[in-house]
């Protein structure tokens, strides 16, 4: 039974930082790519990050770029996402995903899905 477990939410004042972690079991992990999505309330689930199998290529929302990090450990099967100079507009409930495949910003485009974990920044 594939599991994703996402942690490291909370509540934080902006500027501060989080790290999320997301934690597989289950599956091959490190034949997957992963990504990070998060859904805010009254709105849609955005893409938020994306890292290859092999950790050697990422990609970011424009939102987020050059704040937030994806990183992964393959011998811990754990993905990561370092979430700095934080914002109010990024208060959601932060998700995992296992990529499947075609357009990496697309929630079609993933398969397995966490359960979430809730991020709240205080301004």
């Known amino acids: 039974q594939v599991q994703l477990i996402e942690s490291g939410g909370g509540v934080v004042q902006a500027g501060g930082s989080l790290r999320l972690s997301c934690a597989a079991s289950?599956?091959?992990?490190?034949?997957?790519?992963f990504g990070w999505f998060r859904q805010a309330p009254g709105k849609e689930r955005a893409f938020v990050a994306v890292?290859?199998?092999?950790?050697?290529?990422?990609d970011y929302a424009d939102s987020v770029k050059g704040r937030f990090t994806i990183s992964r450990d393959n011998a811990k099967f754990t993905v990561y996402l370092q979430m700095n100079s934080l914002k109010s507009e990024d208060t959601a409930v932060y998700y995992c995903?296992?990529?499947?495949?075609?357009?990496?910003?697309?929630?079609?485009?993933?398969?397995?899905w966490g359960q979430g974990t809730q991020v709240t920044v205080s301004s």
């Open positions: 995903a296992t990529y499947r495949s075609g357009t990496f910003e697309e929630e079609a485009s993933y398969g397995y």
């Open positions: 289950g599956l091959p992990f490190a034949h997957y790519a």
């Open positions: 890292i290859s199998w092999s950790g050697d290529t990422t």
